[in-house]
């Protein structure tokens, strides 16, 4: 043979290996191409060949779209390229938690995946996954980068290194369609692995398996067995191995890794027949000067047969998508996250029940005319026109939902208790009404646990809907007690501005006038409804005593119990008021000192209280499939009836000891 032929067969020969190699990297710019998420579909008459390449190089250079041809068998058919944003794009940090990191080299995973979170495109869902004694997903791949920022603050290194575990964990977090990939930092070989040849190779099959390319930075070694094994994971599906030795150099391999999804594109090859079985397909291109090629197998998976109709509906197969257990065909549009919809679904109710509630005119009933009119006659047209007009301004389907709130409420026992304590909370609702109104804070509570609860939807539902079923009567008694502690607190000047005006000449019913017009909320409101029922006949020691049963005041009892007994045995009333208002005044002064000496106990028990149920929040968000083996385990759901139990005994434990009686 000449030297002439040689010197071409020469060329040839590398010109062949540089399409057949399945990465090719030039040294000159530094690229690497990589193929993944490839798929092979087949109906009746056609096949269609899909797959992303991602392109990933120092220097900015996108892949020649007409460059790219794609033969399935030797036969070359006419592929189209597009971008790959619109494809569901799942992207894992596998970060080496081990000793041998040290706070140093935990401090340069901070800063490099704050870089990569900064550059990757906004759609590309990102998780954590780490490995060190052991290894699992520490957060699921989503679109919260700061969810995953704070996941990796929290790592330190402790402990050997499980790589392969770590591997297949990130692996097993990434199943399902679309384009995948791995950022993995490490800086050794596995340790933990009973024997390394089969776990490397299991791992490697689950990355193959997957379609996942695998980026690796190998930071700070030069161990033979930790080379050969992240080569092995890069070289599965077209990624790469970058040696970086200092912070700089790991931030610049991340945001390269980052950069290079930003570089992918989609290929689509139309085949004008039907194809089954396995086939070989070559895809070749070019990215700036360096070409590119990969030559690989894949099974085309031969057309499904046509259902047969029927009548009745179709009961998916176990084990089928959610999609088709839906009863969506694979055809139709895919399925979308329905949460928002069904949160605005329910505050689109809520909001309509309130519209309707206060927008709408209503109907009078008998019972709203004869309060109408004994409000006419004790407080006067204006303001009985007043809620007239506010009652117009209600709707005919307000007032058949309120009067089955009211028929509702009327069985209930506890009914009575309600109604006493909106009367001491001085609300203006009625029964019906209270009831339309926790059945709203139920809707509501249910939507924004159902929006706020992330992947947990179903147990921020039932959470959400629980808060709103319990805050409404918590916050209705809260409100009462605090008007009522208001009025405990004025009653003994209250009583002594009694006494100086019987001292001063007047009768007791002039000077509960006086009250009446000049003391502060709550004690004017209620003493000015005391002298209301006595102008309808009630005699004034049982009107009072209505007070002190509206308020629940056992200080206001005392004062009626002294009027009734100078009423009936005589006697000075101002002097007894005047030493009543003493001596209520220094229960008073007592009640303080005791909220003082108990404040450091009760603020200990709503630490105490608190602070499991804000852990349980915090880990749905940041590691929910932690927290999860709570309520999806045997074990979890044991645990979890023990915690709460756990949890409400102590609560009456602690309010025990921190309540005195005075």
């Excluded at 392109?55 to 790219?68: H, I, T, Y």
């Amino acid at each position: 043979m000449s030297l002439t032929r040689r010197l071409a067969t020469g060329l040839t020969a590398l010109a062949a290996g540089l399409v057949l190699v399945p990465a090719v990297t030039a040294q000159a710019a530094d690229v690497s191409v990589g193929l993944s998420g490839v798929k092979a579909t087949a109906t009746a008459s056609t096949s269609t060949l899909t797959g992303v390449i991602t392109l990933r190089s120092k220097v900015d250079m996108q892949v020649d779209p007409a460059s790219l041809k794609v033969k399935i068998d030797g036969e070359e058919f006419p592929t189209t390229v597009k971008q790959a944003a619109k494809l569901d794009r799942k992207a894992m940090l596998v970060i080496d938690t081990s000793g041998s990191m040290g706070a140093q080299g935990m401090a340069t995973v901070r800063k490099a995946s704050a870089t990569y979170l900064k550059t990757v495109p906004v759609d590309v869902k990102v998780g954590v996954a780490s490995f060190a004694n052991t290894a699992g997903v520490d957060l699921a791949p989503t679109l919260d980068r700061s969810a995953a920022q704070r996941v990796i603050n929290g790592l330190d290194s402790r402990g050997d290194t499980s790589l392969y575990a770590g591997m297949q964990s990130a692996a097993a977090a990434l199943a399902g369609s679309g384009d995948r990939s791995i950022v993995l930092l490490s800086d050794g070989a596995d340790t933990m692995a009973a024997n390394k040849a089969q776990a490397l190779k299991d791992a490697v099959a689950k990355i193959k398996g997957g379609g996942i390319r695998v980026d690796v930075v190998r930071f700070k070694t030069n161990d033979p067995d930790a080379t050969s094994a992240l080569q092995a994971f890069a070289g599965v599906n077209g990624g790469s191995v970058v040696s970086a030795d200092n912070s700089a150099g790991v931030s610049a391999a991340f945001q390269a890794s980052a950069q290079a999804l930003s570089r992918q594109v989609q290929f689509s090859t139309a085949i004008p027949k039907s194809l089954s079985g396995a086939h070989t397909y070559d895809v070749t291109g070019m990215a700036g000067s360096t070409g590119f090629g990969f030559s690989r197998q894949i099974t085309f998976t031969a057309p499904a047969a046509a259902p047969t109709p029927s009548s009745s509906p179709s009961v998916p197969p176990v084990g089928a998508p959610p999609a088709q257990a839906a009863g969506i065909g694979l055809g139709s549009v895919a399925v979308t996250n329905r949460t928002p919809y069904i949160a605005a679904g329910l505050l689109g109710l809520a909001l309509f029940v309130v519209l309707s509630t206060s927008l709408m005119p209503t109907l009078q009933t008998k019972r709203e005319r004869r309060v109408a009119a004994i409000d006419a006659y004790v407080v006067g047209d204006t303001v009985a026109l007043s809620r007239q007009e506010m009652k117009a301004a209600q709707s005919t389907i307000t007032a058949q939902l309120l009067d089955m709130g009211d028929r509702v409420m009327k069985d209930r026992k506890s009914t009575s208790k309600t109604l006493a304590l909106i009367e001491r909370a001085d609300l203006p609702f009625r029964a019906g009404e209270w009831l339309v109104l926790r059945v709203i804070a139920v809707i509501v509570g249910a939507a924004v646990g159902l929006v706020l609860a992330g992947e947990a939807k179903y147990v921020g539902l039932i959470i959400g809907a629980v808060l709103g079923l319990l805050l409404m009567p918590l916050g209705l008694r809260f409100a009462a007690s605090r008007r009522a502690r208001k009025f405990e607190a004025q009653l003994p000047q209250i009583l002594l501005l009694i006494s100086t005006s019987l001292r001063s000449g007047f009768g007791l019913p002039q000077s509960l006038d006086a009250v009446a017009r000049d003391a502060a909320e709550p004690a004017g409101k209620e003493f000015s409804r005391a002298l209301a029922e006595t102008r309808i006949g009630t005699d004034i020691s049982d009107a009072l005593e209505r007070v002190a049963v509206r308020m629940e005041s056992k200080s206001m009892h005392w004062a009626v119990m002294a009027i009734r007994i100078q009423r009936e045995v005589g006697g000075n009333l101002a002097d007894t008021l005047r030493t009543t208002a003493g001596t209520l005044r220094e229960r008073e002064s007592l009640h303080r000192q005791v909220a003082t000496l108990s404040a450091e106990g009760k603020l200990s028990a709503y630490i105490l209280v608190a602070l499991p149920i804000f852990i349980f929040v915090y880990m749905t968000k940041v590691n929910y499939d932690y927290v999860s083996l709570l309520w999806t385990t045997t074990v979890g759901l044991f645990m979890s009836v023990g915690g709460l139990v756990s949890l409400c005994v102590g609560m009456l434990w602690m309010r025990q000891v921190v309540k005195i009686e005075v």
